[in-house]
């Protein structure tokens, strides 16, 4: 099976701020690479599929880069409802474990 | 806009079987290219993916659960429901069950569009 890990497991940060997730796979997986968020008493939501593909509704400033083994979620200009979990998600499997975006 | 909502007993006696049922509603939807997996997140951990039912009637399991997983689908009442055997105090968690529309196009592998529904999950604990 393949091995998802995110880096950091968690992070402080700022409204305002560039924040950048890491997710890294065992094995190639091309671009089958999503990102979701969640929060608390909530369903998790998807925000990029495909690796760099925007979910619609999501807004602009979240966007993923990546391909073969290293992708990345950028949050650029955090908001005060984006304090989250952060999964990444191998093709349809493998969840990474997880980043923690709190409040600096 | 299609919704999905979980269903299941809160409390389950260890070594019993766990069913629960997705429900899936809404204003024109087709349950066509579609597929239906069951998440679950235990108290303070990660998502974990379980199963996935292709509505072709194609089914995925997790390799470490796959023995004690069956999944299946009650096309009269819309419904997806998962099975698991052997219950443990580890099995503990929120159960969610949450939707890939496949592509149109047949060359696009079916996952590309990623989970884009989820029900709210339903919780069960596990627990003599």
């Known amino acids: 099976d393949i091995q998802m890990t995110q880096s950091p497991s968690s992070l402080s940060a700022s409204v305002g701020d560039r924040v950048t997730i890491s997710c890294r796979a065992s094995q190639s997986i091309s671009a089958h690479l999503n990102w979701y968020q969640h929060k608390p008493g909530q369903a998790p939501k998807l925000l990029i599929y495909a690796a760099s593909n925007l979910q619609s509704g999501v807004p602009s400033r979240f966007s993923g880069t990546g391909s073969g083994t290293h992708f990345t979620l950028t949050i650029s200009n955090l908001q005060p409802e984006d304090f989250a979990t952060y999964y990444c998600q191998e093709t349809y499997r493998t969840f990474g474990q997880g980043t923690k975006v709190e409040v600096k | 806009q299609v919704t999905l909502r979980e269903s299941g007993p809160a409390l389950v006696k260890p070594t019993q079987t766990l069913t629960v049922t997705c429900t899936f509603s809404g204003r024109s939807f087709s349950t066509n290219g579609m597929c239906v997996n069951w998440i679950r997140q235990p108290p303070g951990k990660a998502l974990e993916w379980l199963a996935l039912?292709?509505?072709?009637?194609?089914?995925y399991y997790t390799t470490s659960l796959k023995t004690r997983l069956s999944i299946s689908k009650d096309t009269s009442k819309n419904q997806v429901v998962l099975k698991m055997t052997d219950l443990d105090p580890a099995d503990t968690a929120t159960y969610y069950c949450a939707r890939i529309k496949k592509p149109r196009e047949a060359a696009t592998i079916f996952y590309y569009y990623g989970m884009d529904v989820w029900g709210q999950g339903t919780t069960v604990t596990v627990s003599s």
């Open positions: 039912f292709d509505w072709d009637d194609d089914k």
